[in-house]
C-alpha cells in the first residue's frame, strides 16, 4: 500500500504545480515522462516554502518557516513524512543525490523575506543563489542522475538561467515587492527615484544571463531540452514586452504574456525543435 501513498504524494505536488503556474506545468508536462514525476515535486516543494513567506501574514512566518525546515531534513533522513509535500520531495531528494546544501540555501533565501533587508551586491546575489540558482541546479540533478561530469560542467549555465528568471520576477513583481511587501531587492535602487537608465543596467545583466542560460539549455539531454526551452522562451518574452516599458508602467500594472500567446509561442518552436533547430 506505500505505493498508493507515494502516488497519491507525487499527485499532490502535480496539482500544486498546475494550479500555481501555468508555465512551468507546460514545461514540465514536455518533459519525457521519467523526470516530469521529480521535477513536479521539486516545485511543490518551493512553492509551498514560498506561500509561507509571501502569503500567511497573519500568521508566525519565522516559527511556520523554521518548522518547515526540520520537517524538511527530518522527512529526509527518515524517507518518509506524513506531509505530502514533503513526502514526494524527500523522495526525490533521495533517489536522485541532491545536495542538503542547495536546500538549506533556498530556506535561507526564504528567511530572508522576513526580514526588512537592505539588499547590496553581496546579498542580492545570496538571495538570487537560494531562492532561484539551487533550483535550477536541483532539476540538473534530475536530468542527469548518472552523470556527475555532465553535471559539473553545466552548473554554471543552470544558475544563469535561475538567475535570469528570478531578476524577471523581481522586475515583473516591483509594484507588489515594494508597495505591499517592503521590498528592495535590486541593490542600490531606491523605487521612489528608479531611473529608466537604471532599469537598462538591470536588463543587460539579466540579457547576460538569458545568453549562458541557453547556452546550456542546448547541452541537455533531449527528454528534458525542450521543456526547459519553452520555459525560456514564455520567460524571454516577458523580458522583451518589460524591456518595452517605462519603469512608471511597470508600477502601474503587472506585466504577463496571455495564454493565446503562449499556446502560439508553443506551436512555433515545437516545429523547431522537430526539425531540431533549438
Do not use: W
Not at 521543456?227 to 522583451?240: D, E, P, R, S, T
Amino acid at each position: 500500500m506505500l505505493d498508493l501513498y507515494n502516488s497519491v504524494c507525487r499527485e499532490c505536488s502535480s496539482v500544486i504545480t498546475q494550479r500555481y503556474s501555468t508555465s512551468f506545468s507546460l514545461g514540465i508536462r514536455l518533459f519525457s515522462k521519467k523526470f516530469r514525476r521529480p521535477i513536479y515535486s521539486i516545485y511543490g516543494f518551493v512553492r509551498f516554502a514560498d506561500e509561507i513567506v509571501d502569503t500567511f501574514h497573519d500568521y508566525d512566518r519565522t516559527s511556520l518557516l523554521e518548522e518547515f525546515r526540520k520537517d524538511t531534513k527530518l522527512a529526509i533522513d527518515q524517507r518518509i513524512s506524513l506531509n505530502p509535500v514533503l513526502h514526494a520531495f524527500q523522495d526525490v531528494v533521495n533517489e536522485y543525490g541532491i545536495d542538503y546544501h542547495l536546500i538549506d540555501a533556498f530556506l535561507d533565501s526564504m528567511k530572508m523575506d522576513l526580514s526588512d533587508v537592505t539588499y547590496n551586491r553581496e546579498l542580492y546575489e545570496k538571495y538570487i543563489y537560494g531562492s532561484a540558482e539551487v533550483v535550477g541546479l536541483m532539476c540538473l540533478k534530475v536530468f542527469l542522475k548518472d552523470s556527475n561530469v555532465e553535471y559539473e560542467a553545466l552548473k554554471p549555465y543552470a544558475m544563469a538561467l535561475g538567475s535570469a528568471f528570478q531578476k524577471i520576477n523581481f522586475l515583473r513583481d516591483l509594484k507588489d515587492d515594494y508597495y505591499n511587501k517592503g521590498r528592495t531587492y535590486f541593490p542600490g535602487v531606491k523605487v521612489e527615484n528608479f531611473t529608466d537608465e537604471e532599469k537598462k543596467e538591470i536588463e543587460q545583466d539579466i540579457l547576460v544571463d538569458f545568453q549562458k542560460g541557453l547556452s546550456g539549455i542546448r547541452m541537455l539531454p533531449r527528454g528534458s531540452k525542450f521543456g526547459v526551452y519553452i520555459a525560456y522562451i514564455f520567460y524571454f518574452q516577458l523580458f522583451k514586452k518589460i524591456r518595452g516599458l517605462s519603469f512608471e508602467k511597470i508600477l502601474s500594472e503587472r506585466v504577463r504574456i496571455r495564454n493565446r500567446r503562449k499556446a502560439y509561442l508553443l506551436a512555433k518552436y515545437s516545429i523547431k525543435h522537430s526539425l531540431n533547430m533549438i
